[in-house]
Every structure is written in C-alpha cells, then in structure tokens.
C-alpha cells in the first residue's frame, strides 16, 4: 500500500514541460473538433464561403472562406477560430480554394494575431522580428508554416496579406497541444546584457519574444521565452536557435545591478484558481563564469484579493562540480492561488534561467481549497465542505446528536474513497504488468498468416504530421479498421529488425527467402556468394545483412543502405567536395525538415566560379545560382552528425546524369552543410499532377501537356538512375515520383531525401511517432521482414512506373486505407491468388504494363534487374 501510494506521489514530478518538437497535433479544422460555431470572419463573399468552409482539404460550399470583394494591401480581413481552452500552437497549415478544380484563389501571404483572453490581441513575430509568413502558390496544396516562437492562445486571427488588389480564399489548420499549465504571463525585470571576457561581442540575456509591455526595464502583462519549450545549453552561449545571437536561450541578471535585495521578484498569473503542487525552473549553472542556480525561493499565493502573509521557500542544494545546465523542481504544497510572486535569491554574480512550468490543477467552484489537506496519489484535492456551526443554543442536544450521526457517515465516504483509490491503483499496475508481458512475447503466424506488431501497448503518445491534399480525388472507400489478426508493424521492435527471427516461424519463405538472400548480386564481392538452390543457413547473413549499414538521412526519412565497408572510418580528408565559404549562401526558404536535420533552398554566390570548369551547373545566362542545403541542427546527436558525415562521403562518391549531385560542403565549422543541385522544376509528382496528356484539346487550350514518348524518356531516365546506384550495391529504399527532380532541361534526377516532405506526408505511414514507411511502393517482404534489397528498389520502381502513366493523379491503392495496404502483403507472402494489384493506366500500353507486374513477383528471383528494365524501356523511346 505505501509502495503504490509512493509511485502515485512521484507521478507529478516525472511532468515536464511541452516539447515543441512533439507538439503537433491537428487541432480539429479538418475533422470537424473544432464546430462552426466557434469559427468567425469579419467578411464573407457568399453564405457558402463562409468561415465555416475554412476548414483543411474539405471542399464543402464553394471550398474555403473568401473574404467579402477584392482585398486591398491595407486590409485586414480575418478568420477568427476560438479553441475554447488555451493552447500551444506551433505549426499553422494553409490552402487556397480549390472547389473541385475550379478554384483559383489563395493566399500568398498571410499574419496571425492572437488572444489569450478574447479582449487583448497580439500580433506573431518570428525570433527575428518578422510578421508576415509566407503562404499558398497554388489552390490545393498546403504550405505548413513553423511558429518559432509558439503561440500559447485560446482565440487565433488569420490575416491575410497581399500586395495588390486582389481575391483570396483560405483553408488552414492549427497544430499543437493543450497548454495544461494555465499560464497567462509572468511579470519580471527585464534581460541584461553581459561582457564575458574573451569575448569581444555582447551577450544579450533578454526575453526577445515577450509579446507583453516592456516599460521602465520591467516586463509585464505577457509570455516570452520562458515559456517557449526551449530549454538552454550547459554553456550559455551555445544557441538552440539559427541566426540569433549568443545567450539568446537565457534570461538573465546581474545580482549588483538589482540593488541591495539580492534577488529577482517574478510574478505568475494564472487562468484560474489553482491548487499548486510544485514549479519546475530550468537555470544555467556555468558557475566557472559566475552563474549559479539560485540560492532559495520564496513564492507568495494570491487566491483573491489579497497576498496571503505566509510563504512556501525552498533552498536548494549548490553545485560546484557539475557545470550542467537544470530543472529545478520547487514544491509548492498543494496551496491554492491564481497568482504566484517569488523571489529568487542569487548564489552567485549571475542568474539565468530558460523555462518555467508548474505543475497544478484546477479548483472547480464548488470546491473550498483546505490548506495542506490532499488525499495522496490523487491530482485533484478531495475537498470537505462544512456548514458553519449554528448560533442558536436552545437545542444543544440535537446538534450533538446531528454531529454524532454525521461522523460514522464521513468516516464510511472517507474509507470507500480510500478503497478505490487501491482498487484503482492496483488496476493501474496491473495493466502495466500485462502490458509490458505482452509487448515481450513472440509473434506468432498461425494458420500461415504473418501477423505483424507495429506497436506496443505501452506507447501512449503517437505524434502526427500535417495532413496533406489527398493524391487522390476519391476518399479511401472501405472500412478503416481491418481485420483483427492485423496489428501495425512496429519498427523498433527486434524481430523486425532481424528477420531471421522470423524466418524461423515461416517454413513457406524458406525457399523464397533462400534465393532471395542469394539472388541479385546485392551483396558485397568479398561476402561468399550462394546459388538460389543452395541449403538456407540460418547463420549466414540474410541479404548480407552484417555487411549492409542502413544509413538514414538526418533530414528525412528515406535513406540509401550502403555497404559498410565505404563508410567504417571517417575523416576530413574522405570527403572529396570542396569547402565552400559559408558566408556566401544566402537562405530564401526552408524545403523540408528531419528529426536532426532541415533543407533549405539557397542562392550561393559565386558557385560557378568556385567550382570551375567541368563545373555540373547549367548555363545559369546571368541568373542567380539557386543550390538545396541540406543542414545538421546544432542539436542533433553525435551518431546523427557521423551518419551526416558518412551520407556526405557517399554523396560524394554518386557521379550520374539522373542522380543529384553534392556540390561543395561546408563542414569546417558548425552547423555541418551540404550543398546539392537544386531543381527548378521540383519534384515528378508535381510536375505531371499540372499536366495533361498531350492532344488537340491541350494545344487549343494552351493547357500543360506531356506526350506518352515524353513519359516513356522519363521511365528510361529513372531505370538508368537506379542502374547506376545498384551497380554500386546501393539500395535507395524510396523509389517514388516524389523524390524524382528535375532540372529547367526536364532531365530527371533521383534525390536521397524528400524536398517537401510536409507535403507528401500522406503517403508516408507513421509508426506510433517513431518512423514513417512509404508502404504503398514498399514491397511485401520490405513491408513483413523489413528486407530492403535492389530486388525491392525495383518493386518501388514499377509502383513509380504506375504513377507516371497514371500522370501522378492519383495515389497508389488509393482505395485501400494503410492498414489494407499492409494486409494486401500478406496477401503477397501466401500467394493464394488474393493479393490485389494497381490497376493498368489507360495510358500505358500493354507490354508496358506486363513490365510492371513483373516487378511486382512475389519471388524476388523472378523480378527483373535495372540493367534488364533499362534495356526493355529504351527501345520504346524515340530516338
């Protein structure tokens, strides 16, 4: 009983503040959470372009909301959404109108402002100052904006922006979480600036995205970097953030510069009356430089209209041997406020601090806060409400009585609650017991069906990515959940990261896995070779697994698997791209972003100079040299930077007219960089999803067009690409139109990351927030056994072959939800005549598609090679 009652009590603790980066929900605009009523305009055009149509992808009325006539630069038309709760929002997704095709309006710019209260509104800038954020370029797809920094609001005005006259429509989406801590703003003394020796610039401590008043050196009345998710580096100078100055994390101060009181006075206001269990400080200790964390704390309550006299403090224990930057929890004992004021006392020159939470919960109306009583493991105080004794003493008997009769009743509701509180912690442990019995137990194929785990029951959080236009005109038809046997794959999960494991359970792939693991050539020369009738040794490396390393970009999810004998050490002198001077690349757009990584489209100045003759750019006829930079984030991890070196060595080493090169790198300082060639044209599948095929109507009209020779060179281009990269062992492991470039001459060239992977979410399958797979250009045994070989790179290729001729108009399967996708490879594996096939494209012709089929074998063995497709498609090419 006091082993359970001890883990409940440790449960408020282990509550951290939000991290932005997980903190990416839909809010509820597209699924229809958020309801009409709580969307507003200041205009409409019509009833049916209304602001209840302002919803992401839907295409209900006329399709979006359209503000009433043309929108002058100086207007301020908006969409106003009330969330009913405040939240933290840090992504924002906008689209045009698109009605069905018939649209043609959206916004290429646009502003937020927001509320916490509904009567205060704020204008949104970026960490640099700027407002405006950049918008739509088309009428259906959606550009997903990065708030940095967070907007914590209830009410959101979207504003949007043009430079000339002109008509607009909007749909958008929110993304974010609940903010649970219920913080309006805190009230502090402004930053200081600090002159750290040896350091010839000036270190500014303030809170630059206070979006409060800043008056009389003192901030008041709003939220700011404390309350960012952002917590600071052990050195204080080191920045999370790109393109800001040293300290920029902290807000500090001096201690000889607060006057004779030795501490810093910082006042909490919250939405509500509370009760607080405790405040989390994140604080610098860099005590060589004279910052410590602070002393003691002393936090006075306000629950109404007065300070209450007695304050909770709280000393803290001093460091000098670990220079680490903290969370510094101060327990606040359950009192109850709606306003806190602390004093944080200084233990050295300097004090800094990056975050603030609190760890409360709300006192309902009904409830009278008693102080200092709680009933322990729970997060709401069970409160007693009593009747004042009476006055009157005329009846002394009864009211003894009364009092003796409700004392047997109070002890019976205080024993049954005490009760419940066990059965309800014991149900609790139970279930994580079972759970984590069952997350270790074996998967099991009975009756020759591969099940296969995608999750565990203990994953309670699944992040998600903004949802994306559908490929498809049509939704997913079918139902959403399938059939029970079927659990989603989790990637982690050992057995599926050793199939052999798998293969031991699967007495039907031992013929097919065996010549799997033979065929193809895929491993390295020096590895033994088998013959596809050789005995399968359970010992021997499947697919040469132990020679393979699967190097995954830090800037996406798709990756190259490369033998690892190119890549086991790495130096400076291995990387054969020149240094580039980093000053001359000049950032227009962020392209994409990973988990350790980003993408950014840069004009680099003097490039063609630099590289000189044999140089891989075009002709540029006096243009500006526009080049993708592919950049490690300052906080990515030391495996993350070694994978980064070793995709820079690969890169390096790739010299193909379809593949894309790396041009230069910047690698002698951080962030590490890599620079590549930037197709004007963007990817395959935005390309041919404008265009039409060719015919009178097309030329009459003066409409895009492509010809089925046109489509033809295209499969011919991609085939000899990936000739190339599977003479080199190279598996790509995402074949797909999307990561398929080209350049203003229409040559194709096959990239190893997504350059607008926010919009191409969709046909990613996410894994409980861990990994995305490309599961419908996945073959069956990639998709099962987590096999990726060239034999399912050409898999990928036939699924990319059905896009083009399909002129990428729709998705692959797109009448199957993700979970029939994965079901449908079982199909493949027992190979009973139910599997189900894309379907032929009118435009493909027949030996064409006879091709595709063929990549599609259920036997990897009876797959073709590139070397055979790219000699099947260039016949039908015209010379």
């Not at 000393?315 to 903290?326: E, K, Y």
């Not at 065996?514 to 193809?520: D, K, R, T």
């Amino acid at each position: 009983m006091h082993l359970f009652l001890l883990l409940i009590l440790q449960l408020p603790a282990a509550i951290g503040q939000i991290d932005p980066e997980h903190c990416r929900y839909a809010l509820g605009m597209e699924d229809g959470r958020i309801p009409n009523e709580d969307l507003t305009a200041s205009s409409r055009w019509y009833e049916t372009t209304g602001p209840q149509y302002a919803r992401l992808n839907s295409e209900d009325g006329d399709g979006a909301w359209c503000p009433e006539g043309q929108l002058e630069p100086s207007d301020s038309q908006y969409l106003q959404i009330d969330l009913r709760r405040l939240t933290f929002l840090t992504l924002f997704g906008t689209q045009g109108r698109y009605a069905r095709g018939l649209g043609k309006e959206f916004a290429t710019h646009y502003r937020l402002n927001y509320s916490r209260d509904g009567q205060l509104w704020k204008s949104w800038k970026n960490r640099l100052g700027k407002e405006v954020l950049d918008g739509n370029k088309d009428t259906y797809g959606i550009f997903s904006n990065d708030l940095k920094p967070p907007i914590i609001a209830r009410f959101v005005r979207v504003i949007p922006v043009t430079r000339l006259s002109s008509t607009v429509c909007m749909r958008v989406e929110l993304y974010g979480c609940p903010w649970d801590d219920g913080l309006l703003s805190y009230s502090a003394p402004e930053g200081q600036l600090m002159m750290a020796p040896g350091n010839p610039s000036v270190i500014s401590l303030n809170d630059s995205t206070y979006d409060g008043v800043h008056e009389k050196r003192k901030l008041s009345g709003g939220l700011g970097q404390l309350t960012d998710g952002v917590t600071g580096r052990d050195d204080f100078l080191a920045i999370r953030q790109y393109n800001v100055w040293q300290g920029y994390d902290y807000l500090g101060w001096r201690n000889d510069t607060q006057g004779t009181q030795g501490y810093v006075e910082m006042e909490f206001v919250f939405d509500r009356l509370r009760n607080f269990t405790s405040m989390k400080v994140h604080s610098n200790n860099m005590y060589t430089r004279g910052v410590k964390i602070f002393s003691s704390v002393s936090c006075w309550f306000k629950p109404s209209l007065s300070w209450e006299p007695e304050p909770v403090s709280f000393s803290t224990i001093l460091d000098d041997r670990n220079p680490s930057a903290r969370y510094v929890t101060v327990p606040l004992s359950r009192r109850a406020a709606r306003s806190l004021r602390c004093r944080f006392y200084y233990a050295d020159v300097w004090m800094m601090f990056s975050e603030i939470s609190f760890q409360s919960d709300i006192i309902l109306p009904t409830q009278q806060p008693l102080m200092g009583t709680s009933v322990p493991g729970g997060h709401r105080d069970i409160t007693m409400t009593t009747t004042p004794k009476s006055d009157n003493t005329a009846a002394p008997s009864a009211s003894s009585s009364s009092d003796e009769g409700n004392t047997p009743i109070l002890i019976g509701c205080l024993v049954t609650i005490i009760l419940l509180l066990v059965i309800i912690i014991f149900l609790i442990l139970w279930c994580q017991c079972v759970c984590k019995v069952l997350e270790k137990a074996p998967r099991q194929i009975l009756d020759e069906e591969v099940t296969v785990r995608l999750s565990s029951c203990s994953d309670t959080i699944i992040l998600q990515t903004p949802p994306v236009p559908p490929r498809s005109r049509h939704p997913p038809a079918g139902p959403t959940n399938t059939d029970p046997h079927y659990e989603r794959v989790f990637l982690l999960d050992p057995q599926y990261q050793n199939p052999a494991v798998l293969r031991n359970k699967l007495p039907e792939l031992s013929q097919s896995a065996e010549a799997s693991a033979c065929g193809g050539g895929y491993a390295e020369p020096d590895v033994t070779q088998c013959t596809p009738h050789q005995s399968f040794n359970n010992n021997a490396p499947h697919y040469a697994e132990t020679d393979i390393v699967r190097l995954q970009g830090v800037t996406g999810s798709n990756m190259y698997a490369v033998p690892a004998l190119t890549v086991d050490s790495l130096t400076r002198k291995d990387i054969s791209a020149a240094e580039f001077p980093r000053h001359q690349l000049i950032f227009r757009e962020k392209l994409g972003e990973g988990q350790f990584g980003e993408v950014h489209l840069c004009e680099a100045e003097g490039l063609p100079e630099f590289l000189g003759e044999g140089s891989p750019l075009p002709d540029r006829d006096g243009h500006s040299v526009l080049v993708a930079v592919k950049q490690l984030r300052a906080d990515a991890t030391s495996q993350a930077r070694n994978d980064f070196l070793k995709e820079i060595k690969i890169m390096s080493r790739l010299d193909d007219p379809n593949i894309i090169r790396l041009l230069c790198v910047c690698v002698s300082s951080d962030p590490l960089c890599m620079v590549t060639e930037y197709m004007e044209n963007g990817d395959l599948n935005m390309f041919l999803c404008q265009r039409e095929i060719e015919s009178t109507l097309t030329h009459a009209n003066n409409i895009p067009s492509v010809s089925l020779s046109d489509l033809l060179h295209m499969a011919v281009q991609i085939s000899s690409g990936m000739k190339y990269l599977a003479s080199l062992n190279f598996v790509h492991r995402d074949l797909a139109t999307r990561n398929c470039l080209l350049d203003r001459r229409l040559t194709i060239k096959i990239a190893d990351f997504g350059m607008s992977r926010n919009l191409y979410s969709s046909d990613y399958y996410r894994i409980q927030g861990r990994a995305v797979l490309p599961i419908r250009w996945m073959a069956w045994e990639s998709i099962l056994l987590g096999k990726f070989t060239t034999a399912s790179d050409v898999w990928a290729f036939g699924v990319t072959l059905w896009e083009i001729f399909t002129l990428c108009k729709e998705q692959p399967y797109s009448l199957l939800s993700d979970e029939q996708v994965i079901e449908n490879s079982g199909e493949f594996f027992r190979n009973q005549g139910r599997q189900i096939f894309l379907y032929a494209p009118p435009l493909c012709p027949p030996s064409l598609f006879e091709l595709m089929m063929r990549c599609w074998s259920r036997n990897i063995t009876d797959r073709p090679t590139f070397e055979g497709l790219y000699q099947a498609l260039r016949p039908h090419v015209n010379q």
